[in-house]
């Protein structure tokens, strides 16, 4: 069984950074793209970020310029940092993944990690 965990979230004023981290486990053969989204209340979820398996990325408008996603394949963990963050940015960041296991190639997602941004 595979499992995405998120960690990294927290209370960070305005203007400050955190680094998300989504670590993959279990019976995975490969992982292919991988991404973050988020979901604040009231709103539907948004994509922020995606990466490919051969590390292209996507931002969504609202965060080019400051933040990155990146993945380490030896490690089965895709990152988000996030820098000048701002109040807009708070909500619940998800990370998802296809992943290989078994010959069977699956969305996964993780459980969600807070993000607050506040003064």
């Known amino acids: 069984q595979v499992q995405l965990v998120e960690s990294g979230g927290g209370l960070v004023q305005p203007g400050g950074s955190l680094r998300l981290s989504c670590a993959a486990s279990?019976?995975?053969?490969?992982?292919?793209?991988a991404g973050w989204y988020r979901r604040a209340p009231g709103t539907k979820r948004e994509l922020v970020a995606t990466i490919s398996s051969g590390g292209s990325t996507n931002y969504a408008d609202s965060v080019k310029g400051r933040f990155t996603i990146s993945r380490d394949n030896a490690k089965n963990t895709v990152y988000l940092q996030m820098n000048s963050l701002k109040p807009e940015d708070a909500a619940v960041y998800y990370c998802n993944a296809d992943i290989s296991t078994r010959g069977f190639r699956t969305t996964y997602w993780g459980q969600g990690t807070q993000v607050t941004v506040s003064s």
């Open positions: 279990g019976s995975i053969s490969s992982i292919y793209g």
